[in-house]
């Protein structure tokens, strides 16, 4: 008896283990930790990363909304961690950010443009004042620019990773993509699946619309380049020590709440007519196979932005949404020569 109620009191901890102590740790030159903070009344967790804590801070915004991955820049992209202290965020709801009790009511766009400027003032309090780089990716780049456009002087620049620019716009660009290929390859079922899909996602069964897109957009190579199913980033949140097995469990239902939460406001998103100039140097990352974030728009947007400090549109030819994983390397060069400017 005593041994199985050892058994489950054991697995108990496995299961609610947060795995810091394997990262936890810094030294007088380097930083390696994994923090819980209070961020608009919510415990929300960041990993604070860098071989020299007198390099440049970058926060990295996650994609989603609710694709919280505090792993992702350390698995795909770890020499960033270099050049730059590199603050991965869980997000209000999101991954190690959506404990049971979390109040879903509190999860609003405006909340979350708090929770961005709470966490850089923490941020720049930390490493002595300093101004730092905000890179957002998909979702986040949305969080990035009115970020930007409302605390300018908080940063040094704005690195955007696929950018979205207007929800019902790339929505429709999206379903044109996939539809036409598959009117090119003849593919039957997913001719007939989209054909019932209304891209503005306003009826009852919008999310499973929007699912079934999705589904034939990471077929059809609009999410990755070099892959067409997520088996990677499966294993790369299994691998990640950031999460304990409670986490990973929770990690798809929370991301499926934050979207659904979120998702219907975010339809009325329009950066060509809600902004129009940004006060900081501006980066596009674009990927050439892009339709998750169609890179149509960024061109677009990006020639009608004005950009007093500066503006750059850089192509990456062999990515489609997600940079990272298409082009780490490329990423990483990409930004170190944003840092060196």
Request: hydrophobic share 40%; with cysteine.
């Amino acid at each position: 008896m005593w041994i199985g109620i050892l058994s489950v009191v054991i697995l108990g901890i496995l299961a609610c283990w947060f795995g810091p102590a394997a990262i936890n740790k810094s030294d007088k030159q380097g930083i390696n930790t994994l923090e819980q903070i209070e961020l608009g009344g919510v415990k929300q967790w960041i990993s604070i990363r860098g071989s020299d804590i007198n390099n440049p801070v970058l926060l990295f915004l996650h994609g989603g909304p609710g694709s919280a991955n505090l792993s992702k820049l350390r698995i795909e992209c770890p020499e960033l961690e270099e050049h730059f202290v590199v603050i991965s965020w869980d997000q209000r709801g999101a991954g190690k950010s959506a404990l049971p009790w979390f109040n879903w009511n509190s999860l609003t766009l405006d909340q979350m443009r708090q929770d961005t400027h709470q966490l850089t003032g923490y941020l720049r309090q930390k490493f002595g004042g300093r101004k730092i780089y905000l890179m957002g990716f998909s979702w986040g780049t949305v969080l990035g620019l009115w970020t930007i456009q409302d605390y300018p002087e908080d940063y040094l620049a704005f690195i955007s990773a696929s950018q979205v620019v207007s929800f019902p716009e790339g929505e429709q660009l999206s379903l044109a993509y996939v539809q036409q290929v598959a009117k090119d390859t003849k593919n039957q079922k997913a001719i007939q699946e989209l054909s019932m899909i209304n891209p503005s996602y306003e009826s009852p069964d919008w999310v499973d619309q929007l699912n079934k897109q999705r589904k034939w957009l990471l077929s059809f190579g609009g999410v990755y380049h070099t892959a067409n199913n997520y088996n990677h980033e499966i294993g790369m949140l299994l691998k990640a020590s950031e999460y304990s097995f409670v986490d990973f469990g929770m990690w798809p239902i929370n991301s499926s709440k934050s979207l659904k939460t979120l998702y219907p406001e975010l339809m009325s998103v329009d950066f060509f007519n809600s902004v129009k100039k940004v006060e900081v140097p501006t980066y596009f990352l674009v990927g050439r196979h892009d339709y998750n974030a169609p890179f149509e728009l960024t061109e677009s947007y990006y020639d009608q932005l004005q950009a007093p400090q500066g503006k750059q549109l850089i192509w990456f030819e062999d990515s489609a949404h997600d940079l990272f994983y298409d082009q780490p390397e490329e990423l990483v060069k990409t930004l170190i020569k944003i840092k060196n400017n």
